[in-house]
């Protein structure tokens, strides 16, 4: 298994994406790029600690590549608002990837590259790309959230339509 993070906005949005994908286990909510250790939801949401909402996921390589991974992060989310996506505002709502290795590093920047080349999006790429540091799991009342909590008005409003994009155009890609 490798792994991977992303930050593309809340991360209830973001895990629920990726949850649905085939050869990607272990989808965990957390913190990452920020200043403190250990930082609690209500800090990170009030924009104290540098961090950012991501998940760390685990996948297998046989099933899914980083590229196609990759494709799916940018589809799924708005990578040229910075810090912000959607209602949600401030930094820890950034778009940005945190490689674990050269090869995500290098595979990650000429992803941008090219779309942000190929003109895909009317405004250029915002998406950070760090080195990752150091992933603090949120707490476990986040875990799975948009599947417990699909009739809340944040998850129809904002994550229902991630996860129609992901069925229409990904659906290769599904459990």
Known sequence: MKRAIFAGGCFWCTEAVFNRLKGVENVKSGYTGGFIKNPAYREVCQGRTGHTEGIRLD?????ISYADLLEVFFATHDPTTLNRQANDVGTQYRSAIFYTDNEQHEMAKKYINSIDDAKVFEDPIVTELMPLEVFYDAED??????????DQPYCTYLIDPKIKKLTTHFNSFLK
């Open 141 to 150: 009342d986040h875990d799975n959230y948009y599947d417990e909590n699909r």
């Open 59 to 63: 996948y297998d390589e046989m099933l």
